[in-house]
């Protein structure tokens, strides 16, 4: 009687397609070499898509067969089969990355990435990724060497479902109809999101497991297509390769044309002479490693500052250790069998280095003690000379101080702690849940004059300083702030997203009726930089027009100094003996251009605190002993309290 284990060779003997695994060596080339920035291959990513065909193709096939044979799905073997298959080449890569984040990159940016495999271990970092970019706080994280790993945890949650809808179907026909309504949904899905929700619909399994289900229904349907189908599949991914860029809304309807590629491709007679070549053979078997192992190159590469031929070359070294990979671990570890007792162990070490990452105190190494820019500013009567003192020698600096405060490892966290959640969601069109937390009710509540604190977190993040001159003066304060949302009369795309921010729009008039009705003596207003939002003309006249229609004397306060996602506290933290490096250029992130209309076009007040974060060449990152950026976009809380005392001296009494 033929044992389990000698069928299940025969049946790897007859999947076994040369086309298909040249077709994953097209796969992987294009994802590598678009990862790595050759020039006319910026859509490369259409090869993932290709991956997730040809895994719906083999996988379904192999269960079907078993079903249809056994009449059973033997669970614990087939997940055991995936532990073996995945898991081996998986954690040495993940460790890896680790290990070097930890040895090069910043603290809490090694921390970040030590998340990133525990989730990875889960397969669910495509669900934190999906969150992360959809937060609005946390969306100029830079890519995480880990990122590409988004793809195993789409595949295996499906893989996680699919066997056992499989079952209830029982017959091909029910499970083509099964599958092909779950294509059709996902597709909807996909179209829909992609437009809606971008974060959700690249990483989601919702949106990206019709292609899978595509690759499904071929396996299920069995039909072959003549030769010449695999050559336009081809040259159907080739062609979204090299039109396709980063700018394309995709997945939705732009990932069909490489999904049907890569079927036609499956569906071919499977005698390809291209795809069956024995170079295309050779790197398809070693596509998985490769695609594990070029990423978190890539990502070091560019931290160490490496130019466009240097990205090419790591990119095709990154094959050596997966090469490596396949035949020191791969397949020793495979041939073993024992899947589940494997996929335990592994998934151990990952998580296991992880969390001693995590555990390992964060430390960012400091020169000497710097003057305390606190005491520096407060003990003079007029604190500006004191500070711009303070700002010029910051530019000439390159030492981070031992006693530097926020430290970076907790700037992140550094926020206005008292405006009790007052900044808005991204989803939210009234200002009711900023009554009912009392966010109208700031400052001296019992006060009879009210001023009101109105615009976006580039506003919000004022609120420690506000608050305290409204303490002083005995001004009732009402914060209405919210995230990604400009009090400009401007239409922006709501973050995370490829559509109008219509959320904001709709906050934005509740908040205008909200505000007139409390009859304020001042309205204070700011904005971030918006650079979307048309010309300078046009910003300057959007805000001016929010100010006039606030029926108050309203002040504008222009935005502080933009450091255009770069994480500052990352860069500190890398570069405690030249944090000079971490500077912003004055030019770059004060938009002077963007200022000077503003100014030009305000009816009102306008305050510029340009020259309380920069010299007129740099804005340092670090002033005294204070860390002046708590992200790529705000300040912190820290800072802003220290320039308390200047914005109360530029405000109408």
């Known amino acids: 009687m033929e044992t389990a284990r000698a069928r299940s060779a025969g049946d790897r003997r007859r999947d076994f397609r040369p086309d298909i695994e040249g077709l994953r060596a097209v796969a992987v080339l294009l994802v590598v070499l678009g990862h790595a920035g050759v020039p006319g291959l910026d859509g490369g990513y259409v090869g993932v898509d290709v991956f997730f065909v040809i895994s ?5 096939g192999h269960l079907f067969r078993e079903l249809r044979t056994t009449g059973r799905i033997r669970f614990a073997a087939f997940y055991a089969r995936r532990m ?43 669900i934190r990724l999906a969150v992360q970019g959809t937060d609005y706080l946390d969306a100029a994280r830079e890519p995480s060497p880990l990122q590409h790993f988004w793809s195993l945890g789409v595949e295996e949650q499906f893989y996680f479902l699919w066997p056992l809808l499989l079952i209830l179907a029982a017959t091909r026909r029910r499970a083509v109809l099964l599958l092909g309504s779950l294509a059709a949904g996902s597709f909807a899905v996909s179209a829909w999101q992609a437009v809606a929700t971008p974060p959700w619909a690249y990483f989601g399994l919702q949106s990206r497991a019709w292609e899978l289900a595509v690759g499904g229904l ?60 024995r170079v295309l053979g050779w790197l398809g078997r070693l596509s998985y490693g490769w695609y594990l192992w070029h990423w978190p190159a890539l990502v070091f590469a560019a931290h160490f500052g490496a130019g466009p031929w ?66 520096a500013v407060t003990a003079q009567p007029d604190p500006g000379p004191a500070l711009l003192a303070l700002i010029e020698t910051a530019a000439r600096t390159r030492l981070v101080p031992r006693n530097l405060t926020p430290p970076v490892t907790t700037a992140a966290r550094d926020t206005p702690p008292e405006d009790r ?82 959320e904001c729009t ?87 251009a963007r200022r000077a209309a503003i100014t030009a076009a305000a009816a009102t007040a306008v305050i510029d605190p340009a020259t309380w974060f920069c010299t007129a060449e740099v804005c340092p990152a670090v002033v005294g002993n204070t860390l002046v950026y708590r992200d790529g976009s705000h300040v912190t809380s820290t800072y802003v309290r220290l320039l308390t005392p200047l914005l109360d001296a530029a405000l109408p009494v």
């Not at 009234?430 to 966010?439: F, L, N, Q, S, Y």
């Not at 604190?453 to 914060?479: N, P």
């Not at 010309?535 to 929010?546: E, F, I, V």
Request: aromatic share 6%; with cysteine; charged share 15%.
């Open 506 to 592: 709709a906050w934005r008039e509740d908040a205008l009726a909200r505000i007139k009705g409390l009859h304020p003596t001042l309205v204070l207003l700011s904005s971030r930089t918006y650079t979307e939002a048309g010309t300078d003309a046009a910003w300057a006249a959007a805000l001016a027009a929010t100010a006039d229609r606030l029926a108050a004397r309203t002040v504008i306060l222009q935005d502080t100094p933009d450091p255009r996602g770069v994480s500052v506290p990352d860069c500190v933290a890398a570069h405690p003996t030249a944090v000079d490096r971490c500077a912003l250029t004055a030019e770059t992130a004060l938009y002077p």
């Open 218 to 277: 071929l396996a299920l349907v069995g039909r072959r297509l003549p030769a010449r189908a695999a050559w336009i599949g081809l040259a159907l991914i080739a062609g979204c390769a090299g039109q396709y860029t980063g700018g394309t809304v995709f997945p939705g309807w732009a990932a069909l044309l490489p999904v049907l590629g890569a079927a036609l491709v499956v569906a071919g007679d499977g005698r390809n002479r291209l795809l069956g070549t």
């Open 56 to 60: 719906g193709y083999l996988i379904t």
């Open 84 to 126: 073996a298959r995945l898991l081996p080449a998986a954690a040495p890569a993940t460790v890896a990355t680790v290990v070097a984040a930890w040895a090069w990159l910043a603290p809490q940016a090694a921390r970040a990435v030590s998340m990133d495999a525990i989730a990875t271990a889960a397969y669910s970092l495509n």
């Open 310 to 375: 240097t990205r090419i070359a790591v990119a095709g070294a990154a094959a050596l250790p997966a090469w490596l990979s396949l035949r020191v671990v791969e397949r020793p570890l495979r041939l073993r069998r024992r899947g589940l007792v494997l996929g335990a162990a592994t998934t151990a070490v990952t998580v296991g280095a992880a969390v001693i990452v995590l555990g390992l105190p964060m430390r960012v190494p400091g020169e000497g003690t710097a003057r305390d820019t606190a005491q």
């Open 421 to 502: 959640a007052c900044l808005a969601s991204l989803d939210e069109t009234t200002t009711r849940t900023a009554v009912a937390k009392g966010c109208d009710r700031h400052g001296d509540p019992d006060a009879t004059a009210t001023v009101v604190l109105f615009g976006d977190s580039h506003t919000e993040q004022w609120f420690a300083a506000v608050d305290s001159i409204a303490k002083r003066r005995h001004w009732r304060l009402a914060v209405f702030t919210k995230s990604g949302c400009t009090p400009a009369a401007v239409v922006t795309t709501k973050l995370g997203t490829r559509r109008p921010y219509r």
